[in-house]
């Protein structure tokens, strides 16, 4: 092996420690800094970081290891003939602790999979909804809000596909208390905080216990601690600095408006109205306000609204319309 | 940075075209996003924008490809590059599952854990009763023995390709 193969098996080995570092979702300044040194001592890293880095990334390795955890008994076998004999005689001996080994690591995974929980849970438009998940995390679902969970032994995860929900998460050591919301992810061990899919592209977080990490992709991150809270959307990110309380407005039937649009306020009316508001014109919707607004009693809102806005509204038989 | 970014590109497998066209679209973003807000890794954020795009990118080709296909007689005479790339990732896919089989059982568990179920070293540590350090190892081990078996298979293995 010349010096030069060396030299290159050490880029390679850097590279892949690499990939794993910096495929976790936190990363302090010290880490981030290394990084770009390394990157910038020689154009070979970043090619070698590449090549491992698509590897990582690749189906075919997630199809590789799916099919690999679906059926761990086929994949355990070292009866490969292409094993080289270097082993000879010691081979043999291990080969039986091996064999237990691969019993262990297939009770294992057996075993956690029955303790995995799946549910999916979802709160009829109107009338908001407390569930409380298999670790003891609440969650208080508003109107029209529609989850999955899962839970593992190693573990928790909420997929949330609408509305909005305040998860009150029971404090584990290290399992990790994660929510998706589309293209953002909230990742906790135990905390206090509400989370709004205000429309297709805006998600609103905010924090009322503890410390709570937000992903929004493209590696775009934020830590935000209690009394805090982040609105990401469309490219947009608006911090939003003043939550107080323990808890949301909206469990009680208030919200807080702070340059918030009409839009975003007639669709938390909407979550728990009986009858639903409409804009005669979608135009309407951009207009903005701030102030508390008794989202309970709709009529309230409305007349409020009409009067910031010098707006007219009606109630007809199966909806309110706001116009100009 | 401009340079690396193309040398990243490249080593991904994207043509040289859209190598070009990527980079210069990332450095546009990434200078909106430093006036922003705080980046960490410089690099870092760099590939994920580039690797985001790439997909787009590729989905945007594929998309045109089977719009091409539809109201094209002729696609029998093309030859058609999907064919070939499905073909890869089926070598791909052979190359890795063997690798994956050969390896010592609990490497294969620590890295399904980590890729699949995006566990912590930590996590992962604590149940296999090793150090976050020893699963870290494993994980690096893995993907080298990985990356060689496709090397050794001569697969010529890029997803943007």
Known sequence: MTAQRQEFDVIDREAAEWVDRMNRPLHDAEVAAEFDRWIMGDPRHVESYARHQALWQSGSLRSALEAAEAAPDDFGTFEDEAVPNWAGQAWKQFAGFAAVALCLVVVLSMGARTLVSESSYAAARGTSREVVLPDGSKVRMSGGTRMDVRITPWSREVALHNGEAFFDVAHEKVRTFSVNAGDSRVTVLGTAFDIDLVDSQTRVVRVYRGLVSVDAGAGRQWRLPAGNGIEVGGGRVRSLGDVRGDHPGWIDGWFDADDTSVQQLVQRINRGSDLPVVLADPGLGQLLVTGRFQTSDPEMVLEALAAIHDLQWRKEKARYVLSH | ?161
């Open chain 2, 1 to 161: 940075m401009r340079s690396t970014l193309l040398r990243y590109l490249r080593a991904r497998g994207a043509r040289p075209d859209v190598a070009d066209d990527v980079a210069q679209e990332t450095l546009a973003r990434l200078i909106a996003l430093s006036q922003t807000q705080q980046i960490g890794s410089l690099f870092a954020l760099a590939f994920r924008i580039a690797d985001n795009l790439m997909i787009d990118t590729r989905r945007r080709e594929m998309r045109q490809e089977t719009q091409h296909s539809d109201d094209v007689d002729d696609e029998w005479e093309s030859d058609d590059p999907s064919l070939d790339r499905i073909l890869d990732s089926r070598r791909a896919l052979d190359v890795l599952s063997l690798c994956l089989r050969r390896m010592p059982p609990l490497r294969r568990e620590v890295l399904i854990r980590r890729r699949l179920n995006h566990e912590s070293c930590r996590a992962i540590g604590e149940d296999l009763s090793m150090s976050a350090k020893a699963v870290e190892k494993h994980i690096t081990r893995g993907l080298l023995d990985l990356r060689a078996a496709l090397d050794r298979a001569g697969v010529d293995f890029a997803e943007f390709a």
